[in-house]
Structures are given as C-alpha cells and as structure tokens.
C-alpha cells in the first residue's frame, strides 16, 4: 500500500519562474487537498478536489496559483510568476469519503525557495 | 482560526508515556477531534480521532473528557523517534478542511 507521493521534494527557482508540483494520491482516494506551510506554523488549506471536481479554494490560493486534478488522479498545483513569498513547504493529502468522517492522509511535501 | 489551544513545547522522558493536552471549549457536539503529529521535514501523520468515547490504536490513545471541552493524546512508551509537533484539530462539521493551529512540540530525550 503505497501512501501519497509528491514530485518533486525540492525546488528552487528565481523570482518570477513558473513552477509545477505533482501529487499522486493514495490509490482510489476519491478527495485531494492542498496545503501551504511556512516557517514555525501549522499547514493552511489552499484548496480540494473531489474526484476531478474543485470544490473549494482559499483566498491564499490567488490568481497565479492554479490547480488541477484531469482525471480525478493525480494533481497538480501551478505557481506563476513566483514570489520570494511562495517560499514554503506545499503538502498534498488524499482521502477516501465513504461517510463521516474522513481521514486525511499527508505526503511528504514540495518543499519551495524562490530566490 | 484554530479552535483548539495547545502548550508550546514539552518535554518527557524516553519510555515514559507522554501526554499532550488540548483543549476546545467551543466544539459542537458533531466536531471530531483530530490528532496528527510533524517529524521534522516531513507531512503531517494521522494518529488517532475521537468524538466522544475514548480511543485506542497501535501508536496513541485520546481520552475526550465528558464535556468534550478537552483532550488528552497519551504516547504510552515515548521514544526518541516520537519527537515532533503534534497538532490537535477539531474538524469542523461543515468543512472538509483540517485547520492546523500551530502544535506541541514535543521533545523525547534519553
């Protein structure tokens, strides 16, 4: 039983560059988060997907961040234009919802530096 | 905003049990509580959920008190690989998302 996978672990890139994170959810997992975290705080929700649906979005996730899910798979996020700001470790969880409540499962994380 | 508050850090002895407490006096009586813990560079691992009744399983226990105003985490043998950040989370009724606050950082030392 393989747990979410997230490519690449590691990234750096120059402000203003493209970036595009992958997340391989458990297998049959029908829900997909996204998470940000900084420094010394607790993980913050970006957005979800049920199936290929996007159901929710935070108001952290802004116009040069887009996400998707094509086939109710794998994700992906996309930051355009990055800051030195999006530097962060952005976390991917997955879900399987039979009923409440569902329990969500953590990947190890893309980890950002914008220079 | 996190409805949960948690010590800053604690200490605790390898082999003894750790306890971590929680409290969430504002839950509502369809709110779950949540325990996940953070190793160092790595995502978050689910421990343990309750809602009311205590519960058990191969790596904690969470005893809720009656009111359910507050929790209690128990790592009964503490080990050095047990030390982390452990977030205790109340999921809220009508969202799918966790909200994280920003967790006991727990030290096991020798």
């Known amino acids: 039983d393989t747990g979410v996978s997230q490519d690449p672990r590691h990234k750096i890139t120059k402000r203003g560059q493209n970036v595009t994170f992958r997340c391989d959810p458990i297998s049959e997992h029908n829900r997909l988060y996204w998470y940000r975290q900084t420094l010394g705080q607790g993980p913050e929700f970006l957005t979800y997907?049920?199936?290929?649906?996007?159901?929710?979005k935070s108001r952290l996730l802004s116009d040069r961040f887009s996400a998707e899910r094509p086939k109710g798979s794998f994700s992906t996020l996309e930051i355009q234009r990055t800051e030195q700001g999006d530097s962060a470790m952005y976390l991917c969880?997955?879900?399987?919802?039979?009923?409440?409540?569902?329990?969500?499962?953590f990947g190890p994380g893309t980890r950002l530096l914008v220079l | 905003d996190a409805k949960t508050t948690q010590p800053t850090s604690m200490d605790c002895a390898e082999g003894r049990a750790a306890n971590l407490p929680c409290n969430h006096s504002?839950?509502?009586?369809?709110?779950?509580v949540y325990w996940y813990r953070q190793i160092h560079s790595q995502g978050p691992q689910y421990i343990i959920h309750?809602?009311?009744n205590n519960e058990t399983n191969e790596m904690a226990s969470l005893i809720i008190t009656e009111d359910r105003k507050s929790s209690t985490l128990i790592l009964p043998h503490a080990t050095l690989r047990d030390t982390a950040v452990y977030y205790c989370i109340v999921r809220e009724y009508n969202t799918d998302k966790l909200i994280f606050g920003t967790g006991t950082r727990l030290q096991v030392f020798p």
């Open positions: 969880a997955s879900s399987l919802v039979v009923g409440a409540p569902e329990t969500q499962y």
């Open positions: 504002t839950i509502s009586g369809n709110e779950y």
């Open positions: 309750g809602l009311k």
């Open positions: 997907f049920q199936n290929e649906a996007q159901l929710e």
